[in-house]
């Protein structure tokens, strides 16, 4: 067998086993948006010569000089991790955890390994090299040397780059960090539903009440507990539920369904914009920088704007975060215009010809009318500008402020109308249920939700995940 067949049996099983004739292709491309991979994608519709993959970095061994197709003559350390790696499965974790095997800091076998792996996917060295530099620039900017501080972010950046994250391997970790994030939610929840829906159990009036008591208590709120309950009262008496555990499943399913699909917006004429509203201290400054950092890494160009001119610190840490990031920045002085700020950096975008603009807004509460006056006047002057803009109105919501998020998606709702939330500081809160709230007053979609200050912690929400790690359920 080719050693290119035998890559890619190690690395994409699943491409091999569904190939027949091109739609292998299509399933490929379908999956790989960057541009560090193109050369798999090209290599796999056969219409492209890969590039050498040639690495000068010499640790622990000497790393294949100049192959077209991974390592041609691997020398014995990478011998015996083409071997282990056969042996897992094909999982970026699980890859990861064979490849990095005895590093333990970012030093020349770090970027041998990595560079190992990067091959061995048939990468082109230059598009190999562009990532190992992208990402040592980042550490030397984090100050971060041992790989415990800094390996979920390299596993977040080959993850993003590789499109993996709606494999399996991903969604683990999701579930993995949902579950701990909602730990306390699920103490709250969980515990309660346990004793509730212990087998034996019989369904009666005081059932149903003890069971929306235990849904207010995990902050669902009062309204939506109450329509919870009687959704399941009624899918109950259809499918003839009587037995106390069987409902656990019922009420998954139940919750499943509040959850709505996300919206594709496909943008006709970039760049894309997207409004970022919320109250101030909700983490609208670190969700920006988490939303950039995750379109820089997909390849895009993206510009973040300082829309929120009073507050100097939030200027300030914008512009780190865009810095940071590898992303443009706009701001104009302290008290300046917010709409005339918008409308001007979108001139800067478009003459830039970036692909996303993320602007950030004010969020001072206190003055109410005047916010949402200030707010509606920068989404009309982004579409004068722009037309289509804002493509996205994004609110991001505090979800230990639990029931009191929900007042804030009705006044910035009907203000500006919103897309999409990301509920933020999941992590550590027992008001999780605020989720389903938002999701079955509002019907909004959830987009993205923050577990921890990291910039991996920002993760697509799967209300599959989610539900189960409310309900302390194995998924699926
Ligand atoms: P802003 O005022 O809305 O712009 O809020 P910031 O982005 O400045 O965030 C306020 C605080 O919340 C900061 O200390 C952030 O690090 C923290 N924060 C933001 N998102 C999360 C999250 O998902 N989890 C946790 N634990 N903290 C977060």
Redesign the pocket.
Known sequence: MAMSRLFTLVFFPQICSTRTGNTYILYLTSRLRMGFFTSIRNLFRGDAQPESAAQETNAGGTLPSSQTNGPANPNPEQKALTVALRQVEPRLSAWLTVVLEGVEKADDRLWARIAFLLSSLEVPAVEVNAFIAKFRLWLDDMEYERLEDFKSELQYRLALALDLEDEEDERSRLMLKLSEGLAKTREQISQGLNTLFASGRTIDESFWEKLEEILIMADVGFATAHALTERLRRRARTEGIREAAELRAAMRLELLDVFKPMRRISVVNPPEVVLMI??????????IAKLCHRAVLQGKKVLLVAGDTFRAA?TE?LEIWAKRAGAGFYAKGHGADPAAVAFEAIDQAVTEGCDMVFVDTA?RLHTKVNLMEELQKVARVLGKRHPGAPHRTIL?LDATTGQNALSQVKLFNEACGIDELVL?????TAKGGIAVAIAMQYGIPISFV????KMD?LRPFDPEGYVSALLGLEKG
């Open positions: 919320g109250v101030n201290g909700v983490g609208k400054t670190t969700t939030a840490q969020g991001v933020t500081k999941l992590d550590g923050g577990l921890g200050e912690d």
